[in-house]
């Protein structure tokens, strides 16, 4: 079979980086390539000199065997290129019908926008991913998974022939995934070329034909068949050596005193009757489908929304937190969020001025005096356990890989020394290696006295990493299991206790 | 140089920071900073030879006076660009503080260094006040502080009758027209105290870095545990303090606090006040500053604006050459910022 598309000894620098050293693609139509590497390997980078974002250094594009050169991302639409980039890149105000067809709307400029319509045919979309939202919807209130999912109806209402996932399941559960793959499927058997970029293997073997791996910007190995490639041969190829075994084991802690609980509470959001406890040095997982209210609690939790009935205890006392800075600065307790582009970064500032946010109060000496010395000493053994990769700590946080600004993200809370953390879909866009030592990092920081409630929607990272697994739906709690570490096991009592409750998305 | 292979996962002990100050040293003849000091000393010449006198102490010692003045308005806007947003009642704020250190001298018979004192609260306390409605309102500071410019000025000429106060104690003159080594003016030396204290303030306090990180992203920052509002806040009443600063400096060249010193609602301010963070790369959109960038910026507007003036060019081409700065000097950062990026590359 022919290739549709080909890029050839693709270079692409940026200041103080080489992120592409001659890379070499070759997609074939229908099939689904799989697009591999550790952060900051350069798979972005590669999606993005496909698209028109950025102009290769060096190297040729071939599409149909002819050559071809994209100025702007228009001009990759126009040949029937689409994308998803991993960051989001819908505009907040926009309604989601606006944002899908934005392209279309925008290429006529005098005949006035027929809504009616355009709510319809974003309809339609939006029905191929089983997706219950209103197309009048502004995106600024959608959670990042439904926003993940309206990027993706976007791509699909471009019927392109090249389509290029960059982490889309990223923030994804189960569940949307399945669907996701359903419409992967019908655009591959109807012959459209398909790139996907994760960090999760298991989707990797399920849903990919074919695959390429890059490593330090250069290729692993060149756009082969998946046929014989075992999970082993991946990770022996994006990381060069093999992966270490997760080491769950069960930790006792019932003879700890509770540290953070909830009776009865509900929230100015919505939430009713919650109930919910964690001890010093627990673990406690907290899973549900997207739209389950989970970092709606957290948010309430910790005062930025309102608890309007219950009761919160942090060390047994009632108590009533009216902001984040009492959260952290009274009580303690420390959040990482689940969107590490506006809540959990500062794009602009440095690595090291992110890093060290939440310890700045702590470490600053008579009269508020601090030093990038004290802050690089507090945060360096963090960034380097989970290995972000950076040129320096004066980079702009902006200017790292996706996955290496989440580590960050990460990193300031492991850092912050804080004695109860709330975790966020805390590896969303992590490399499975980094995976492994966050893991081990969260269960470190446990066994040392600091209490976790983990969020994700990622059920093998609950099942490694959690104690306890609590399940919410529909902003309430619907169960709560003990977490034996046995995923078969495990992961069946949590889908039932979901669907105890009726089929929600 | 080899920065891209810098992981910290190499176990090696060369410090991160190691390559970033060798960068650092390099960078600063790419510099924002280093182009103003470079147009400084290319117009120093220029009027050294065009113009009669320019290097005469005295006019060394006005030039110096006067952008004494020129860089604390300069601080005292960037003080606010900081969070994102706009100070337009400099002016009004700087002399109402003026004012009311005036009356604190001659209506009450307070000890001047006390209503000095008093005088830069009262203009810190006009800074709470917009801060606050800021906070409140959740409006952006461009619609609030044009409001408080008008009510802030109406009200001080109501109060005073539009009248100075004229019996000020000898040492506000004395001060104004000392000289320090023959041609420095003491009130530059102020500034640049001022200067070097807000550049620590920035860098090496927690207050000033949460100031930076709450005008950056305001989300991001409270969920970090910082008090974006009251950061919002401080920061406009700092502005407030530094523009009661730049106020009794005037005081003191003038010999009196006049109502009308900084114009109509005090509007003659909101050209340097602009001129000087924007020169120096302090970024609009806020949580990125350059103090030094300001004080270079607002000295170089103060320079051209005295040379030009010297050659006899009338005060309308004046303006029309700072506005033409404006737009060199963006374009040379943009191109300064394009040749780093290539020398990058290679
Ligand atoms: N705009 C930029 N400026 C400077 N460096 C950049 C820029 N974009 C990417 N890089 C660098 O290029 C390298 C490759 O980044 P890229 O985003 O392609 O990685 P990735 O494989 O997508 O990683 P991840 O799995 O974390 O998303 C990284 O070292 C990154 O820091
Ligand atoms: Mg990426």
Redesign the pocket.
């Given at each position: 079979m022919t290739p549709i598309f080909e890029a050839k000894g693709i270079q692409?620098a940026?200041?103080?980086?080489m992120?592409?050293k001659g890379v070499t693609l070759s997609l074939l139509p229908g099939s689904v390539h799989a697009l591999l590497?550790?952060?900051?390997?350069?798979?972005?980078?590669?999606?993005?000199v496909i698209t028109g974002v950025?102009q290769p250094t060096a190297g040729t594009l071939l599409l149909d065997g002819q050559q071809a050169q994209f100025h702007n991302p228009r001009d990759a639409i126009a040949k029937g290129i689409g994308v998803v980039h991993?960051e989001r890149n819908l505009f907040p105000r926009f309604s989601v019908a606006e944002n899908i067809f934005l392209e279309q709307i925008g290429s006529s400029y005098l005949t006035p926008v027929d809504y009616a319509r355009l709510n319809r045919e974003a309809r339609r979309w939006l029905d191929a991913l089983e997706l219950d939202i209103d197309p009048a919807t502004p995106v600024s209130e959608l959670s990042v998974a439904r926003m993940q999912l309206v990027e993706i109806a976007k791509a699909l209402s471009l019927q392109s022939r090249v389509l290029l996932l960059?982490?889309p399941t990223a923030s994804l559960t189960t569940s949307e995934t399945d669907r996701l793959f359903q419409i992967v499927r019908r655009l591959r058997d109807d012959g459209t070329s398909l790139v996907f970029?994760s960090?999760k293997l298991e989707e990797v073997q399920e849903i990919c034909d074919r695959v390429t791996v890059?490593r330090d910007?250069a290729n692993a190995c060149d756009s082969r068949s998946m046929e014989g490639v075992t999970r082993h041969d991946l990770v022996q190829m994006m990381i060069g050596r093999a992966e270490g075994e997760g080491a769950w084991r069960a930790r006792d802690t019932s003879a700890q005193p509770e540290v953070l609980g909830l009776s009865g509470v509900s929230t100015e959001l919505g939430h009713r009757d919650v109930s919910l406890s964690v001890r010093k040095g627990e673990i406690v997982g907290l899973y549900g489908l997207v739209g389950a209210g989970r970092t709606e609690l957290a948010k309430s939790i910790l005062g930025q929304s309102a608890v309007t009935g219950g009761e919160v205890r942090v060390d047994g006392k009632p108590v009533r937190i009216r902001s984040v800075f009492e959260a952290i600065h009274t009580h303690g307790l420390g959040y990482v969020s689940e969107d590490r582009k506006t809540e959990g970064l500062i794009l602009q500032h440095s690595v090291l001025a992110n890093a060290g946010v939440p310890i700045w109060r702590k470490l600053g000496g008579a009269l508020g005096t601090l030093t990038d010395g004290k802050i690089r000493d507090a945060v360096l053994p963090y960034l380097r356990k989970l290995e972000v990769?950076?040129?320096s700590l004066a980079?702009?946080a902006?200017?790292?890989?996706?996955?290496?600004?989440?580590k960050i993200s990460v990193a300031k809370w492991l850092a912050a020394g804080v004695r109860l953390l709330i975790v966020d879909e805390p590896s969303v866009?992590?490399?499975i290696k980094t995976k492994a030592y966050l893991h081990e990092l969260l269960r470190e920081l446990a066994d040392n006295g600091t209490s976790i409630l983990l969020i994700t929607s990622d059920l093998p990272e609950m099942i490694a990493v959690a104690d306890r697994i609590v399940v919410m739906d529909g902003y309430r709690v619907t169960g709560e299991l003990p977490n034996t570490g046995e995923y078969d096991s495990v992961s069946r009592a949590v889908m039932d206790r979901i669907h105890d409750m009726g089929e929600v998305g | 140089m080899t920065l891209?292979d810098a992981t910290y996962s190499s176990g090696t002990d060369d410090s991160p920071l190691g390559p970033r100050t060798g960068l650092s040293r390099s960078r600063f003849f790419l510099s924002n900073e280093f182009g103003l000091i470079l147009l400084i000393a290319i117009f120093a010449i220029i009027f050294g030879f065009a113009t009669k006198g320019f290097f005469s102490p005295f006019n060394l010692f006005a030039l110096g006076r006067n952008s004494a003045v020129n860089i604390m308005i300069g601080l005292s806007m960037m003080s606010v660009i900081v969070t994102g947003g706009l100070n337009l009642a400099v002016g009004a704020m700087g002399v109402c503080a003026a004012m009311v250190c005036g009356w604190m001298i001659e209506s009450l018979g307070i000890p001047w260094p006390l209503a000095i004192a008093g005088g830069l609260a009262f203009g810190a306390l006009l800074g709470w006040i917009n801060g606050w409605t800021v906070v409140r309102t959740g409006l952006h500071s461009f619609i609030i502080t044009l409001a408080t410019m008008s009510i802030f000025f109406g009200v001080m000429i109501f109060l005073t009758k539009a009248e100075a106060f004229r019996e000020l104690p000898p040492v506000f003159t004395e001060f104004g027209r000392a000289r320090v080594l023959g041609y420095v003016s003491p009130l530059l030396l102020v500034t640049l105290v001022v200067a070097v204290l807000l550049a620590w303030l920035y860098r090496g306090t927690v207050l000033g870095r949460e100031m930076l990180a709450a005008g950056a992203s305001p989300a991001a920052a409270e969920l970090s545990g910082i008090r974006v509002g009251r950061m919002v806040i401080l920061c406009h009443m700092l502005s407030g303090a530094l523009a009661g600063i730049a106020a009794l400096m005037l005081v003191a060249r003038n010999g009196a606090a006049i109502p009308s010193m900084a114009g109509q609602l005090g509007q003659d301010w909101l050209l340097p006040a602009f001129l000087g963070p924007v020169l120096g790369g302090t970024l609009l959109q806020g949580g990125k500053v350059s103090v030094l960038g300001t004080v270079l910026g607002a000295f170089l507007v103060t320079m051209l604006t005295s040379g030009l003036l010297m050659l006899q060019i009338g005060a309308f081409w004046v303006q029309s050459f700072l506005g033409l700065m404006l737009l060199v000097a963006v374009l040379l950062d943009k191109a300064r910022r394009s040749y780093l990026a290539r020398r990058n590359l290679a």
């Open positions: 692409k940026f200041p103080g980086v992120a592409l590497g550790e952060n900051g390997a350069g798979k972005s980078t590669l999606i993005k950025h991993q960059d982490e970029v960090h890059l910007g990769k950076t040129p980079q702009t902006a200017n790292l890989s996706g996955g290496n600004q989440q866009g992590i490399d | 891209q």
